[in-house]
């Protein structure tokens, strides 16, 4: 069923809203004190990305999936909460095997989520709101339903035949290296038709491409194009590092017990008993991306972010943002279970050491791993635990995604496992439940489903969501939703958030402090990460001036000595240098 008339006529006052608290100029900033920054930076250069996950975010049907029409009438809502850009996850042709990253066509939009119209609707309505659009790109793999290996299995020598990674048995039959799949078990699969083994780094049914062969660059690149002159704004790169595999097909080494510490998978999961040098992260893929870089510089304001997860995932994105490939990477070491502030500081002082050109990208949470507020929240985590893992994000260096439904503080939802959609969660369970728990729908009001849907939806939602819905928010000034709206347009006007420098202040956990500094302005960000309060003593604290934001938590100062209640937040200004 359509949306109801309602839906349409809230749309538009939502609309008129956005479009005046985006009436500033996008990208000409200000400080609190309203002292004008004249530099004008590439919309992407501390930009805030709201990821979408179509499945679950609307549905405008009546089948229990969300669409892409179902987007287009929350467009409004997104563009409200101060944000810049949307990601879309994939929407493309797919058996859904892997819910969309398992691509059959690239070119086309499954039924599932609507038509190619459709896309130019939400890509127009979203423009018209001032939001840019990214879009998935899922490169090194696709679907087996994807014409091309459908020729490529036939037989050795057609004309698709080396676009796969094909590799005979060993003399016992058995695959041609250890080499594992992230999914569980080996990474190679049997095709009788040409009696060899194809490679797939995922799931059995996204067999990996061959990028050594050049004719495979060119369509991928021009895939690539087919979207960038229809207007996006931007590529987010799922797992761009996957691209090539090591032609000698060498052993990956195994990895001692002491190493097997997750990157955005379970320590338990064979594929961490590997340090992983040959299948994935190969030096060929620099000069792709180079190649990626030339097209998309012909498109002027476009982006490319890098989903990056390799043995050195921070080295690794530096290497990839350098001048002349991607604008920015993002990678999984803010995606785990450690939430202290020793772990946040030594990740982004790590890849300030190394990122000289590039662009860093941080995300806390998103569709593959379990929500932040679990993950780093505690057993009963409060609304103020919610808002400060927000604002800790949005204050680091660089630009942020922020995953649909973290502006709500919903948790993980809990799901039996004859609910479980999830290939991997199937796979590993019980021991890893799989992604499925941060991707339930979104809950938009006290209707039935929560007004995601008028059928059941494909994964249930969730009963902790319930009273965390949008409706209800929207009605409490104090709530997570509202307080994020306010403090997302109050940092767009702050240079020293959007683009400046950092600097960490020592301090002891769970306390983390820093400086972040542009050249108009210097902001002191302290944070108490803990349940308890929380004093702390440094000559930092005595010239800065607390800003006026009701949003955070009141700290008290008395010259060095700071107060800060339980998760608080003390933002202050220094006087520029």
Sequence with gaps: MPLPMNTIAVARVRYRLAAMLRAEPP??????????????????????????????????????????????????????LGVDAIWISPFFKSPMHDFGYDIADYRDVDPLFGTLADFDAVLAR?????????????????????AWFKQSRE???????????????????????????????????????????????????????????????????????????????????????????????????????????????????????????????????????????????????????????????????????????LH????????????????????IEQLETQMHEGWPCWAVSNHDVPRVLTRWGGAKPSRDVAIQLLLLVCCLRGSVCLFQGEELGLPEAELPFDAIRDPYGIAFWPDFKGRDGCRTPMPWDDSVHAGFSTATPWLPLATAHAALNVAQQERDATSTLQ??????????????????????????????????????QRLLLVF??????????????????????????????DDDALVLPPRGVWIAERSAD
């Design 328 to 347: 920015m990477g993002y990678s999984f070491e803010l995606l785990t279970e450690d939430g202290s502030a020793g772990h946040i500081r030594r990740t």
């Design 483 to 520: 307080r994020l709206r306010r403090f997302l347009h109050w940092r767009r006007r702050q240079p020293a958030l959007v683009a400046g420098s950092i600097r960490f202040i020592d301090t002891a956990e769970p306390a983390l402090a820093f400086e972040r500094a542009s050249a108009s």
């Design 126 to 146: 979203a423009h018209a709101l001032g939001l840019k659009v990214m879009i998935d790109q899922v490169l090194s793999h696709t679907s087996t339903e994807h």
């Design 27 to 80: 990208r000409r900033m200000q400080n609190g004190n309203g002292r004008a920054s004249m530099s004008q930076l590439p919309w992407w250069r501390g930009a805030v990305i709201y990821q979408v996950y179509p499945r679950s975010f609307q549905d405008a049907n009546g089948d229990g999936v969300g669409d892409l029409p179902g987007l287009l009438a929350r467009l409004d809502y997104i563009a409200s």
């Design 155 to 325: 037989s050795r020598d057609n004309d698709k035949a080396d676009w796969y990674v094909w590799a005979d048995a060993r003399a016992d039959g058995t695959p041609p290296n250890n080499w594992l799949s992230i999914f569980g078990g080996g990474a190679w699969h049997w095709e009788p038709r040409r009696r060899q083994y194809y490679l797939h780094n995922f799931l059995t049914t996204q067999p990996d491409l061959n990028f050594h062969h050049p004719e495979v660059q060119q369509a991928a690149l021009d895939n690539v194009q087919f979207w960038l002159d229809r207007g996006v704004d931007g590529l987010r790169l799922d797992a761009i590092n996957f691209c090539f595999h090591d032609r000698q097909l060498r052993d990956n080494p195994a990895k001692p017990a002491e190493l097997r510490a997750g990157r955005g998978f379970s320590a338990d999961n064979p594929y961490a008993h590997q340090f992983h040098y040959y299948n994935s992260t190969q030096p060929e893929n620099v000069a792709f991306l180079e190649r990626l870089r030339t097209l998309m510089d012909r498109y002027p304001g476009v982006v490319a972010l890098g989903e990056i997860s390799a043995e050195d995932s921070l080295a690794t994105t530096a290497e990839y943002t350098r001048a002349g490939r």
């Design 528 to 557: 108490n990460l803990s349940n308890a309060p929380l004093v702390l003593r440094h000559s930092a604290w005595a010239d800065a001036c607390p800003l006026p934001l009701a949003d955070v938590a009141p700290a008290k100062r």
